[in-house]
């Protein structure tokens, strides 16, 4: 076989992600947009601002602008901060294939790498184009067998995608990016047990300071082994048992192709269609919350893996507890952040409302992106 490392290194450093079509260049804009604005709300909990702290007191020249802090770190650790920002409020995007928030690293990875270097607006843009496609594409190829086997997507295959970006951004050449990724291979990490806990953030942080971390060190001649993807003790083998060819990539562009699902809520992505339904229902009711004998949601196996089913303790776990987006959702009409407060979570009617709300796993559903 092709050597997928040095396939995806000649891919992301070549021509092909600088004739975007119009409709790429105006959804990765929007991306931006989404994630500056989740990165805000997520910055000001105290997972963000922990991370934050130590990275202070380990000192370190104002190299970037740390968001929603009025402050700047080194380019490594805002990459690390704003990551960790970006996916506090589980409200950055999502996409299909990848089961994963492909946004929320690259944006926290190449906002700080360009402020650093002085980057154009147009060499973000093809960095992020370049980044999304091997994220996507390796998603395309490992799951969902990466995923039930409890890997946490975005972290672990994301590390490539947002590692090419900044290569792309970097211009690093084709043996420096094979490098860079052939690093990122020894920095992948992060398990779903630690979903609906401060630690899920931590990955997205985790991701884009190992990024920017891996391609500064191939820039300066750092190398790594040639088969750290494909080898017998190669990533595809050790992590998901497996060692699929490497899809063509741009053809099709994934932005394009599978795009990208902006969040009304901000709850994991299986959540979604049941807190539509339940805010419909909300409007049926008019505030009679003693008409509801018992609610019943059925949700694909896939979409289940996500949930947490036992009874939230905290606010992060109310995020990825589809029986509390549900009851909140029903009772006031919306899910907002503020629903995701200690408050919330020893709401007495809430609880008694959740106690009242069945989730049933159902393979009769389509396994589809819209969370049936």
Not at 230 to 244: L, T
Not at 246 to 272: D, N, R
Request: hydrophobic share 45%; aromatic share 6%; net charge neutral.
């Amino acid at each position: 076989m092709t050597n997928p490392l040095h396939d995806i290194a000649a891919w992301v450093t070549g021509p092909a992600v600088e004739r975007l079509p119009a409709a790429a260049v105006m959804l990765v804009k929007r991306a931006f947009l989404d994630t500056i604005a989740v990165t805000l709300l997520g910055s000001r909990l105290e997972g963000p601002r922990i991370v934050a702290a130590v990275e202070r007191e380990r000192g370190g020249k104002p190299q970037a602008s740390v968001v929603g802090m009025r402050t700047k770190a080194d380019v490594i650790a805002a990459a690390l901060i704003n990551g960790t920002s970006a996916h506090a409020e589980l409200f950055d995007d999502n996409n299909g294939p990848m089961i994963a928030h492909p946004s929320a690293p690259l944006v926290s990875a190449l906002l700080p790498l360009a402020q650093y270097r002085g980057a154009t607006g147009k060499a973000v843009i093809e960095a992020y184009a370049a980044g999304f496609e091997v994220s996507v594409k390796l998603g395309r190829m490992l799951n969902p067998k990466f995923y039930e086997q409890g890997w946490h997507v975005t972290r672990v295959l994301g590390v490539f995608g947002v590692t090419a970006a900044c290569c792309r951004l970097l211009q690093l050449d084709v043996k420096q990016t094979s490098n860079a990724l052939g690093l990122a291979a020894s920095m992948a990490s992060g398990i779903r047990q630690n979903f609906g806990t401060m630690t899920m953030g931590l990955h997205v942080g985790l991701t884009a300071r190992d990024a920017v971390h891996a391609a500064l060190l191939a820039e300066r001649g750092f190398a790594a082994d040639p088969a750290a993807l494909h080898g017998k003790y190669g990533f595809f083998q050790v992590y998901g048992n497996q060692n699929p060819p490497l899809l063509p990539l741009g053809e099709p562009l994934e932005l394009l192709a599978s795009g990208i699902i902006f969040k009304l809520y901000p709850s994991g992505a299986p959540t979604l269609a049941a807190v539509d339904a339940a805010i419909a229902l909300h409007e049926k009711l008019n505030g009679d919350l003693a008409r509801v004998k018992s609610i019943t949601c059925l949700v694909h196996p896939w979409n289940a893996m996500t949930l947490r089913d036992e009874e939230p303790r905290e606010p992060l776990q109310g995020k990825v507890n589809l029986r509390f987006c549900i009851a909140a959702a029903l009772r006031d009409g919306a899910l907002t952040y503020r629903h995701f407060s200690t408050e919330g979570i020893g709401d007495a009617t809430l609880a008694a409302l959740r106690r009242r709300i069945e989730v049933r796993i159902s393979s009769d559903l389509p396994d589809n992106d819209e969370f049936p």
